[in-house]
């Protein structure tokens, strides 16, 4: 574990606050404790962060799935994927709000999609399933007799 202060003026451009978020961002955080110090010259708040130290990677990383995955599987997640978006816009949310790229990539791999095998994959909960998972196997069934 690792300790790490900032102090911020009262009257701050943002300067400051930017940094220690940035800090925040990228660091797994323990705990803060802030405290408003007051001396003769300026008043500032001080920001005591106990933190992990390791850094936190970038999570917005873009994946290529048409490279990670085999020809077979990628046609299956292509698919998978435009079910995906026609679910989306008949529940007017966005796609990734039903499932993710990378669940898509895990179903894309199984040999039959149902719903105990849903319930493997990770980020696919109780929720996820009740709300999408029989639309999904529907819509796959009529993709698949196309």
């Known amino acids: 574990m690792q300790i790490k202060i900032f102090n911020i003026p009262i009257i701050d451009d943002g300067h400051f606050a930017e940094e ?3 800090f ?5 955080i323990l705990d803060v404790k802030h405290q408003l110090v007051n001396t003769e010259s300026v008043t500032m708040w001080s920001f005591c962060v106990k933190y992990l130290d390791t850094k936190i990677v970038e999570q ?12 077979e599987t990628f046609k ?6 435009e079910i995906r978006k026609a679910i ?3 529940d007017a949310v966005p796609p990734y709000a039903i499932f993710l790229d ?6 894309a791999k199984l040999a039959e999609i ?4 849903l319930q493997k994959i990770k980020g696919i909960g109780t929720k996820k399933i009740e709300k999408y998972g029989q639309k999904l196997l529907e819509k796959i069934q009529i993709s698949s007799s196309k």
């Open 114 to 117: 149902t719903i105990a095998e």
């Open 88 to 90: 989306a816009m008949e």
């Open 20 to 22: 220690l978020n940035k």
């Open 24 to 28: 925040l961002r990228s660091h797994k």
């Open 102 to 107: 990378e669940e898509l990539a895990n179903m």
């Open 76 to 81: 299956k997640f292509s698919m998978l994927r």
């Open 60 to 71: 917005n990383v873009k994946r290529d799935y048409k490279q990670e995955l085999d020809e």
